[in-house]
């Protein structure tokens, strides 16, 4: 049962396998749902451990999770260094380990920098669909990068905006992505620009210190805070934080890692999951965040998707 070797899945043959992050949100909808349900949930998924690479300021993150409902059983290595000048490498890199959980026989190694940036948007367009208001007309992204890219995929992909607006600390990489993408996109020069009016609010920026300012939010916008995955870093400022409905992928981490959560010190209103199984009501008529740190579990289901469609034959 353990002989065969691992089969190992590329960067680009994940991509040809999972072509679109909106086929994961069945899977992740109910693993967001498991996690939030506790032990009845079936969800086994520790805080991640993350290990400082102190002289290059690195860190490097250990994402174990299991999830029963997908008997699917995952562990991902996830880099991510602070923006260096001098480096061409991308700023996250990640491999995710597939194992067999009747036996513990590993049974693939999938390039997980593209599992990452899809499962991530996925994510964000489900906490988009509960606690966007009605009608929501203007999009707005906040950086550039990989996850820029993602999410304005999916976003557009999945919902109707009529407009797209793009803001980066370098605009030469708004201008960018800007042009290499389908749709119209609009570079604006300043975040309160961007922001203006905007309905839904992506930030997926490397900002270690607030970039998005609470007095330059609509009422009632939602926003999606998925950068700032440190204890001490910051997209969003306090009032912000504050003054909006803040939901989470996980309370425990959250609170362990988020600097956004810890150092605002803004309550936390509910688990995605929780609004998922309708046990939290969604309060999409309020000014809404979501603080997305990403779950091993996501890595999980979609790991297990792309396993699924190789194994497949596709
Ligand atoms: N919540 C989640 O599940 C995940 C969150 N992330 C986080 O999302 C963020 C974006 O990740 P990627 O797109 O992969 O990174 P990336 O390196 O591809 O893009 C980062 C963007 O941030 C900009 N930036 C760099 N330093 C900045 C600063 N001090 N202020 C404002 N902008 C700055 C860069 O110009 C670039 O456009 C990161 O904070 C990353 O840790 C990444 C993966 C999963
Ligand atoms: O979930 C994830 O893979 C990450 N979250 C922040 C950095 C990487």
Request: with cysteine; glycine share 8%; aromatic share 6%.
């Amino acid at each position: 049962m353990s002989s065969a070797p691992p089969v190992f899945i590329s960067a680009a043959d994940v991509e040809r396998l999972l072509p679109r992050a909106s086929l994961l949100l069945p899977g992740l909808e109910a693993a967001l749902s498991n996690f939030s349900a506790g032990p009845a949930g079936g969800v086994e998924q520790p805080l991640r451990a993350v290990l400082r690479v102190r002289p290059y300021r690195g860190f490097l993150g250990v994402m174990p999770a299991y999830s029963a409902a997908d008997d699917a059983l995952s562990t991902k290595l996830v880099t991510f260094y602070e923006p260096r000048g001098d480096s061409a490498a991308p700023s996250h890199q990640a491999t995710v380990l597939l194992f067999d959980p009747r036996c513990g026989a590993l049974r693939a190694v999938l390039d997980g920098a593209v599992i990452t940036a899809k499962r991530t948007a996925a994510v964000s367009a489900i906490a988009t669909k509960l606690l966007m208001p009605r009608p929501a007309a203007v999009l707005c992204i906040l950086g550039a990068g990989v996850q820029a890219r993602s999410h304005y995929e999916a976003f557009t992909e999945l919902f109707d905006f009529t407009e797209v607006r793009l803001w980066n600390r370098t605009e030469q990489r708004a201008l960018q992505l800007a042009s290499s993408v389908g749709g119209a996109v609009r570079v604006c020069g300043t975040v309160r620009d961007a922001v203006c009016g905007a309905d839904v609010i992506v930030t997926v920026t490397m900002a270690t210190a607030p970039i998005l300012f609470g007095e330059w939010v609509k009422p009632g916008a939602h926003i999606n805070a998925v950068g700032a995955s440190r204890p001490d870093w910051r997209e969003l400022d306090d009032a912000l934080m504050k003054s909006s409905v803040l939901v989470v992928d996980s309370r425990e981490a959250a609170l362990a890692e988020s600097g956004d959560v810890i150092l605002s010190g803004a309550e936390i209103f509910a688990e995605l999951g929780e609004l998922l199984k309708g046990t939290k009501p969604a309060q999409p008529e309020k000014t809404t965040v979501f603080k997305s740190l990403g779950m091993a579990v996501e890595d999980t289901v979609a790991a297990k998707f792309v396993y699924d469609a190789w194994s497949a034959g596709n």
